[in-house]
């Protein structure tokens, strides 16, 4: 085919492109460069940097999952690691105390954010790496440096004098016109420097949110198990009824088809990943609120109570993908009354396509906060006619 035939076909496709071929809508994460809550140190000496982030890091790390960015710099000579250099892709060890990843080829930014998902804080040193919050150290020495970057202080939420400091530079005033709002402290103030990330972590706390699964087709009960009345209501509405004091908003998952039977004042989330079963519902949640925490429960639970919802949110650790409660059966977590922090979103898709979806394989295999329930017996599933007659003797 000649150069200007395929020319002319590109045209016509970019033009039918125009009417016919449109992107989803999708809610994107409040990532940044790297994570959600991120800030770059910049101002100071790299050395002086690195040895504040040390401090912040080693405060925080017994309840948070820290991360920290840097840039070797271009008079360092680094070798490249054996294998790397003999030309493979990446190399991986395991060294017993840590793993190692050594990869050939930079990370692009789609790479950075897959790599730093699970992260609570990042650290960066701004003199090298950018980030979508800034801490800045005025320094002395390094006016200039600071001055040639002040491009960069798009969001800029803490100010560290050094020793040599006395009072902040008219650039920084003009740049950041909100600075006499902004915290102010001296660099060798590590409490209320380590308080300040504390508190800036706790506030991005991600809200949680309520989904009673009722999207099954409840092939083995030979009825909809949700339409089952146990507590005066149908049970879907009993369990929506009993996460509301727990959660910010509840919605009842159901198939497209069910949508419009949930009654109002009740809130509906249809499945946008189909044919997945619980799976697909905890994903259709996240693509709906990715910077949402889901409390999830099954609407077959028909002994499940305040007591054991209110353990299970009291206990919550949204520095791990998911806090569940452990099954008294098989010692397995339980995925159907577990709260999804928004770090677990990624971790899901990535399991879905390797070909699982499972949502309790997900939780073996990956960072949780697992409970033993208050109360065991108030994890029972009921699947069955026969489960239901039990359950109704129980509840008597």
Known sequence: MRKQEVNVISEEHNKEGKKHQKHAKLVRPAFGNYGRNEWAIVGGPCTTIKF?????????????????IDTTHNDDVTLMPAKLANGAFFEYNDQVNYTQLNYNGPFNSFKLRETFAAADLVLANGNHNPAKAQVVIIYENKKASLQKRVEQLSNVQMILLA??????????????????????????????????????????????????LAGGKSERMGFDKGSVNWH???????????????CEEVFISCRPDQQFGIVPPYLSLPDTFL??????AILSAF??????????????????????LGHLVENR?????????QSSFNDFPEPLI????????????SFLAQGYSCPRKVLI????????????????????PEELEKAKLALQ
Not at 52 to 68: E, F, G, M, N, R
Not at 338 to 349: A, C, G, M, Q
Not at 374 to 379: A, K, S, T, V
Request: net charge negative; with cysteine.
């Open 52 to 68: 504040l982030a040390d401090q912040v890091i080693s405060a925080l790390s017994p309840d948070y999952k820290c991360a920290y």
């Open 163 to 212: 020793d040599n400091a006395a009072e902040l530079f008219d650039f920084i005033k003009e740049a950041v016109p909100y600075w006499n709002e902004l915290p102010v402290y001296r660099l060798d103030e590590t409490e209320k420097i380590v308080d300040f990330f504390r508190k800036q972590l706790h506030k991005a706390k991600p809200k949680l949110n309520g989904l009673v």
């Open 232 to 246: 005066g209501k149908e049970q879907r509405y009993h369990m929506a009824d009993l996460l509301n004091p727990f």
């Open 275 to 280: 044919d997945l079963g619980p799976y697909g």
């Open 287 to 308: 693509r709906e609120r990715p910077d949402e925490a889901w409390l999830v429960v099954a609407c077959d639970l028909p002994l499940l109570t305040e007591k054991s």
């Open 317 to 325: 650790n949204v520095a791990t993908n998911a806090t569940a409660y």
């Open 338 to 349: 577990t709260i999804w922090e928004p770090k677990s979103y990624p971790v899901l898709l």
């Open 365 to 384: 295999n990956s960072d949780i906060t697992l409970l033993n329930a208050p109360d065991p017996e108030e994890l029972t599933n009921v699947n069955t």
